[in-house]
């Protein structure tokens, strides 16, 4: 069985940093792309950022120049360093991958998803 276990996260002053990890684990054949998105209360999910196995980037317009994602394939493993944080960057911060299993196809999965508060 496949899962995203997320880790990081928390409460930080604006201006501060704060790095996120999402490792996937099981019988994994191959993960293609890798994300986070962020769900504010009372607001949609959103892309924050993904990146694919081969280190294509993409970024919501919010947080460019603000956060790096990054990726380890051999651990399949995602980071997302926030850097800059601003009050209107909290949110539930959830992981997502598109993932091949062994003997299955390719599906989407996400994770349990982790609070980052941004506050003074």
């Known amino acids: 069985q496949v899962q995203l276990v997320e880790s990081g996260g928390g409460l930080v002053q604006p201006g501060g940093s704060l790095g996120l990890s999402c490792a996937a684990s099981g019988s994994i054949f191959s993960v293609n792309v890798m994300g986070w998105y962020r769900q504010a209360p009372g607001k949609e999910r959103e892309l924050v950022a993904d990146?694919?196995?081969?280190?294509?980037?993409k970024y919501a317009d919010s947080v460019k120049g603000r956060f790096t994602i990054s990726r380890d394939n051999a651990k399949n493993t995602v980071y997302l360093q926030m850097n800059s944080l601003k009050p209107e960057d909290t949110a539930v911060y959830y992981c997502?991958?598109?993932?091949?299993?062994?003997?299955?196809?390719?599906?989407?999965?996400w994770g349990q998803g982790t609070q980052v508060t941004v506050s003074a």
């Open positions: 997502n991958a598109d993932i091949r299993p062994y003997f299955s196809a390719e599906s989407n999965y």
């Open positions: 990146i694919t196995s081969g280190g294509s980037m």
